[in-house]
């Protein structure tokens, strides 16, 4: 039985980490192959060590690389007294460009310590799974990456180019902060507003209520709506109707919201970062905000922007993590 522990997700916040979780915890319920269980940081121990005790349910912990941050010593010797827990890892904080250097050194003794401590690590993405790697080539590592809801690929079948003049609708998903990017997103879509009509719709929670209020006022003549949170019917409503879709953020492990826009028939503007490239082409480079207004007025003319691939089910997914967890993964 494998025991997937998290922490609890905050009030209103949501990510492509927590959603793979659910998606796979959902499905490994349903199999009878396991369960999900959040425990907060101070409870992981706790919670390793009951895995451990529980000899007869033959249980192995998967452990949400989200509690890198809150890990020390103790937990770690907890890692290495549950037999066979792995990590599963969604972020690594050691390559995230908004730390400083010395900060990502201190992040990399953290995840070595991991390393060191697990059975195997389950990575949500090819160039994710490759870097840490490189940097660990010891640790056994399986690949499973997020599935793609078949509602998001039927959108593609029903889009229509258009050739109008009326408004355009650009998209971009994620907590509104500075590691997202967005107000790169609205100055693009404001110059652009001084040729075309363009609206743009940003979807996310807004923790950092400054940036929040500098990315409103960089909307210029772009009129800017804040959609908040919405649920995954919203957000495949709103890919139905909008025009394009654009990620600023420079920092990705896998790019979720990038991956869904694509395989909607969206068309993508997105910067270098995560699992970017192997679905976007030409992604700018991070920051460059001419680049990004440059591919989008290329994109809303009709350019295309996305590469033809197959994308795993979340079935796929949730019997990668089994085998994984069962049978130690390939390194």
């Known amino acids: ?161 258009r050739d109008d003049d009326g408004e355009r609708t650009v998209v971009a998903v994620g907590p509104i902060t500075p590691a997202k990017a967005q107000r790169d997103v609205v100055v693009a879509a404001a110059r652009l507003a001084r040729e075309r009509p363009v609206r743009v719709v940003l979807v996310g929670d807004r923790p950092d209520a400054a940036y929040a209020e500098a990315v409103a006022e960089a909307a210029g003549d772009a009129r800017l709506s804040f959609a908040g949170v919405v649920p995954i019917e919203a957000l495949i409503d709103l890919y139905a109707t909008a025009d394009a879709f654009v990620s600023a953020s420079p920092f990705e492990s896998y790019g979720m919201a990038v991956t869904e826009a694509a395989a909607s028939g969206l068309p993508v503007v997105a910067v270098r970062a995560g699992a970017v490239e192997r679905v976007v082409r030409a992604p700018v480079d991070p920051g460059d905000v001419d680049a990004i207004t440059d591919r989008l007025r290329r994109a809303l003319a009709g350019e295309p922007t996305t590469h033809p691939i197959d994308y795993p089910t979340w079935d796929d997914t949730a019997r990668g993590v089994s085998d994984a967890c069962t049978s130690g993964g390939d390194a």
Not at 99 to 115: K, M, T, Y
């Open 1 to 161: 039985m494998i025991v997937l522990l998290e922490p609890p997700a905050p009030p209103g916040f949501t990510s492509g980490g927590y959603r793979y979780n659910r998606e796979v915890g959902m499905r490994l319920e349903r199999d009878g192959t396991g369960r999900r269980v959040a425990v907060s940081s101070d409870a992981l121990v706790d919670a390793l060590d009951d895995v451990s005790a529980d000899v007869s349910a033959d249980d192995v912990a998967l452990v949400d690389s989200a509690y890198l941050g809150a890990l020390r010593d103790a937990p770690v010797e907890a890692l290495r007294r549950t037999a066979g827990a792995r990590m599963l890892l969604h972020y690594r904080p050691s390559e995230n460009p908004l730390l400083a250097a010395d900060a990502r050194v201190a992040w990399r003794a953290v995840e070595a310590a991991w390393c060191g401590a697990v059975a195997g690590v389950v990575a949500t993405g090819d160039a994710i799974a490759a870097r840490l790697a490189a940097d660990h080539p010891a640790v056994a590592i399986t690949v499973a990456p997020p599935g793609m809801d078949p509602r998001f690929e039927a959108l593609r079948a029903t889009r229509r180019p």
